[in-house]
């Protein structure tokens, strides 16, 4: 059960290949990141699922049916997308914009309206924003309602494309946080394209870091990424070879460990270090 | 500078426009012949510039073929029909139709091509049918611009309905042909003045519908 990639290929008109022979399982409920510098077919793995894109050869499979069988329309409103810059309708009010998909699939304007409300409650966007038009919210508050929308049908699978790419750290950080709680409560099968690495690290419980054509670097979870790179180019992207990565501990006077990176910015402190033979930290 | 005066003059007087030839009745079958060229135009031109927006494909053929027929002249147009179909209405509609339709092609295409291509995408991904894309997102927010083809197209109309008269059917141009003949300069001044001014009213309530579409949010 899941999500299936299987040896899928995608080649344009003009002969680029953007992906190339990629494979994948993503189990169902939990998240998978798609991470890659731009050019590296991610967001086309990504749009393969709900056929914004078809490959060229290989199949897309969901919980085992073939999704090239699947009407794109029926598809695409079993399946909650999320995107950059959030593509919203400007001339819809926020809760017409989260009541799309419900009303496409033919529910009731009211029933529509009042599951929006509830979204707007879990995605934590004040209920007196629901009149406003997307132009009038904030970069944060626009992907707050996109991430509603996405929601609205109550899919199983929810596709984000760099949701949070276009907002301040600050807001990112907050905006993972919300995901990661709404997570916790949902269990989604979510696939989650991103080029930051701690936005990465934070979100997946899957990580698939790719090369240029979408060749698979390595998967593994967060901590297998981190703790043993399959190779320079994963080190590299991970900045494992720079100093923010490298940590050092010093002892404190009063006990326990001061943590800092190469650079000897403060990071923290630690009770205790664990024990490695040959080595200190 | 007499018949200037004359002109307005005989626009004051009332008994000038009652009567079925009276300024009135042939403002009104002015008006009619527009909305009429204005409704035929539309209903060729409005979803073929819609399909070319919205495919995208065809462009370059509408542009070179409205660059065409925007080259034709119309009274030549009009006579040439008019040869064939006789005098009438009929001829110099198709001239006006004719007139109206590649403005009103220029401005659906270019107002379904205005709408950001990401809200577009986004639109499909959540699952709107191309009909509903079309319907919901790209006229909506194409509005502004698919009523600014109307709006030239309409001023054309307006202006060169005039020419109805020259084959024998009414509207103003009917006392500007009068005049003509009869070389009563002051009518003829007094028909071109009401064609103005109906031209601006037409311009002026287009602008109206433009400026409240521009408050809605979202609409540019």
Request: net charge neutral.
């Amino acid at each position: 059960m899941g999500i299936e990639f299987q040896n899928v290929n995608k080649t344009y008109p003009d002969g680029t290949v953007a992906v190339d022979q990629f494979s994948l399982h993503v189990p169902s409920h939990t998240s998978t990141v798609l991470l890659g510098s731009s050019g590296c077919g991610k967001t086309t793995l990504l749009r393969m699922v709900n056929r914004m894109v078809d490959p060229s050869s290989g199949a897309v499979l969901i919980d085992d049916e073939d999704v090239a069988g699947v009407e794109p329309v029926a598809l695409r409103r079993r399946i909650g997308y999320v995107m950059q810059n959030s593509g919203l309708l400007p001339h819809r009010r926020v809760i017409d914009n989260i009541a799309t998909v419900s009303r496409l699939n033919g529910v009731a304007k009211a029933a529509a309206h009042r599951r929006a409300h509830e979204l707007m409650e879990t995605v934590g966007l004040d209920s007196a924003l629901a009149q406003r038009y997307p132009g009038q919210l904030s970069g944060g508050q626009q992907q707050r309602v996109g991430v509603a929308r996405g929601l609205a049908a109550d899919p199983n699978i929810l596709l984000m494309d760099e949701p949070f790419g276009a907002v301040d750290p600050l807001v990112r950080l907050e905006l993972q946080r919300e995901l990661t709680r709404i997570q916790s409560e949902l269990h989604k099968t979510i696939i989650f394209v991103t080029h930051d690495i701690d936005e990465a690290l934070t979100l997946g419980d899957q990580i698939v870091v790719l090369k240029k054509g979408g060749e698979v670097a390595q998967i593994g979870t967060p901590q297998q990424i981190v703790e043993s790179p399959a190779d320079d180019f994963v080190a590299q992207f991970l900045g494992l070879d720079s100093a923010r990565r490298t940590l050092s501990a010093a002892p404190r006077d009063d006990g326990g460990w001061f943590v800092s990176d190469a650079q000897g910015r403060p990071l923290g402190v630690v009770d205790s270090l664990p024990q490695h033979p040959g080595q200190n930290a | 500078m007499n018949h200037v005066i004359d002109a307005f003059e005989l626009l004051a007087d009332p008994d000038a426009w009652g009567g079925p030839g009276g300024f009135g009745a042939r403002t009104l079958e002015h008006l009619w012949y527009t909305a009429l060229a204005l409704l035929i135009s539309a209903v060729i031109a409005l979803p073929a510039g819609l399909v070319i927006g919205h495919t995208g494909r065809g462009r370059a053929l509408a542009v070179i073929s409205t660059g065409m027929v925007r080259a034709l002249p119309t009274l030549g147009l009009i006579t040439l029909a008019a040869l064939f179909l006789g005098i009438g209405l009929t001829a110099p509609m198709i001239a006006f139709v004719v007139l109206a339709v590649p403005s009103i092609i220029a401005g659906a295409y270019a107002g379904v091509e205005s709408v950001n291509p990401v809200t577009v995408d986004a639109a499909k991904a959540q699952g709107m049918s191309r009909w509903q894309v079309l319907t919901r997102v790209e006229i909506p927010l194409g509005l502004p611009l698919i009523i600014g083809g109307l709006r030239n197209a309409a001023l054309q109309v307006v202006a060169t309905a005039t020419l109805a008269a020259y084959v024998g059917a009414g509207g103003l141009g009917r006392q500007l042909f009068l005049g003509l003949r009869t070389q009563d300069y002051a009518m003829m001044l007094a028909a071109s003045i009401a064609v103005i001014l109906l031209a601006i009213v037409l311009d002026a309530s287009f602008e109206v519908t433009q400026r409240l579409l521009r408050r809605v949010p979202g609409l540019a």
